[in-house]
């Protein structure tokens, strides 16, 4: 593998960050809104299915 001189090496950077294409304002809200939305989902899910475990084991233990 041959080396890169640092100028080259600047040159490919920039060529590569040039080709970055930034969300939009409007795309990162939506994106923010949905990630909130389904972050709140999970937690309600998780908090039921923990919730039945610990019925199921609180039932369990108190049959000994």
Known sequence: MAKTSPGEFIRQVRAEASKVVWPTRQETVT??????ILMVILSVFF???????????RWLLSLV
């Open 31 to 36: 994106t923010a809104i949905f990630v909130f």
């Open 47 to 57: 908090l039921g299915i923990d919730s039945l475990f610990g019925a199921v084991v």
